[in-house]
């Protein structure tokens, strides 16, 4: 770009940290509205009781580079589920798969369901008791605490269960995870842009970079 525009590298390196945080402050489109944005996770919420809307939740994974040997916090970046490198946001979105909210970012090690509590889910919960939400297995204590609002994946069978027991727990299983499989969509659109598959800039523009994109995805997805 800088070749391009005929103008210095640093240019649009600044140029890029002046909009980064810009596009990251935008918050996310409503589904057939341009505006309010959803900018929190109260927003969510509000909405969704308005609306009607159950939410679907997972995390998602990117991987980053491996810090300096020796520094503080080092090991808290490593996923224990792929062994890697990796910082964590949370993806919530509707039924079609249009992303409403990206955030709750946190290093790799830190438990799903953690970082929503830190983003205070609990008492969003309790504040909009209508609002339903659908996830997946890393959110079993989420939904053991609220389970008139929380749906996760039915837990797998003791060793001596029936073949009957066996067979509808997996029945169950399938049919939750069709419903909740539109958030994976939802992941999987900021992920087709290449800083997302494996992130290398500095850690602390992580946040702002994720947000951003996930803000521009969610302004082509707000029209389906």
């Not at 589904?31 to 944005?37: F, L, S, T, V």
């Not at 991987?63 to 300096?68: A, G, H, I, S």
């Not at 939400?133 to 605490?145: C, N, P, W």
């Not at 269960?161 to 999987?188: F, G, K, N, P």
Request: charge should be positive; proline fraction near 6%.
């Amino acid at each position: 770009m800088a070749v391009f525009y005929q103008v210095d590298r640093a240019t649009i390196t600044r140029a890029v940290g002046e909009i980064r945080p810009l596009l990251a402050a935008r918050g996310f489109a409503v589904p057939g509205k341009p505006e309010p944005r959803l900018k929190v996770l109260a927003d969510v919420f509000a909405y969704a009781a308005s609306e009607g809307v159950t939410l679907r939740i997972d995390g998602t994974e990117v991987q980053v580079r491996r810090p300096k040997a020796n520094r503080p916090g080092r090991r808290a970046f490593v996923s224990g589920e792929k062994k890697q490198n990796t910082i964590k946001p949370t993806v919530i979105s509707d039924e079609r798969g249009r992303m409403l909210w990206c955030g709750a970012i946190r290093p790799g090690r830190m438990h799903d369901v953690t970082a929503m509590r830190s983003e205070g889910i609990e008492d969003l919960l309790r504040q909009y008791p209508k609002v339903k939400a659908k996830v997946d297995s890393g959110y079993q204590g989420l939904a053991r605490d609220f389970p008139d609002q929380v749906t996760a994946p039915p837990k797998k069978p003791k060793k001596d269960a029936t073949d009957t027991e066996r067979a509808a727990w997996d029945l169950a299983r399938h049919e939750q995870s069709s419903q909740r499989i539109c958030v994976e969509h939802a992941i999987a659109e900021p992920k087709q842009w290449r800083t997302l598959q494996r992130y290398i800039g500095r850690r602390e523009h992580f946040a702002d970079t994720v947000c951003a994109i996930a803000g521009l995805v969610s302004d082509r997805c707000a029209t389906r």
